[in-house]
């Protein structure tokens, strides 16, 4: 995470809180808010796995969708609009296994957990993460 914010920093970014360890023992990381970040900046191209948020303008929802959808991974995407057309179209455009309209909680026992590209392959929870562990089969007579 170091790494990572320190980068964006240096690529142009603006750390606006955060951006630090906690304590001197484990992986603990501040929440970190980055604004103006590049696309060229490693945060932008990895999975970070840790609480930053990288946060870069764009111009109209076509060109949202295609930040979201420009790398190899799709675990999960997040869309706060106040507009019910774009919360359909982004939610039916973006290339991802989770997408939180308006809330950051994509995970639920009830519904399928996974990801989609680089980011898994199949689901758990839900009906559809029993999926793997059945056998179907089609007897036609």
């Known amino acids: 995470m170091q790494d990572l914010t320190a980068d964006a920093v240096k690529h142009g970014a603006t750390l606006l809180g955060g951006g630090a360890r906690i304590g001197n023992k ?10 103006d970040v590049p696309a060229d900046a490693r945060i932008m191209n990895e999975e ?6 990288a946060l870069s303008p764009f111009e109209g929802l076509e060109a949202a969708l295609a930040s979201a959808n420009r790398l190899p ?4 995407s997040y869309v706060f609009t106040g507009s019910a057309r774009t919360a359909l179209l982004a939610s039916q455009g973006i290339e991802a296994g989770m997408v939180g309209l308006n809330q950051i909680a994509v995970a639920q026992v009830d519904s399928p957990f996974g990801g989609v590209k680089e980011s898994g392959h199949g689901s ?3 009906p559809e ?3 793997a562990y059945l056998v179907t089969k089609a007897v036609h007579q």
């Open 48 to 53: 970070p796995f840790g609480p930053v948020a």
């Open 129 to 131: 993460g029993i999926e």
């Open 26 to 35: 484990g992986y603990f990381w501040q929440p970190t808010v980055l604004r």
């Open 124 to 126: 758990e929870d839900g």
């Open 73 to 76: 991974f799709g675990l999960a």
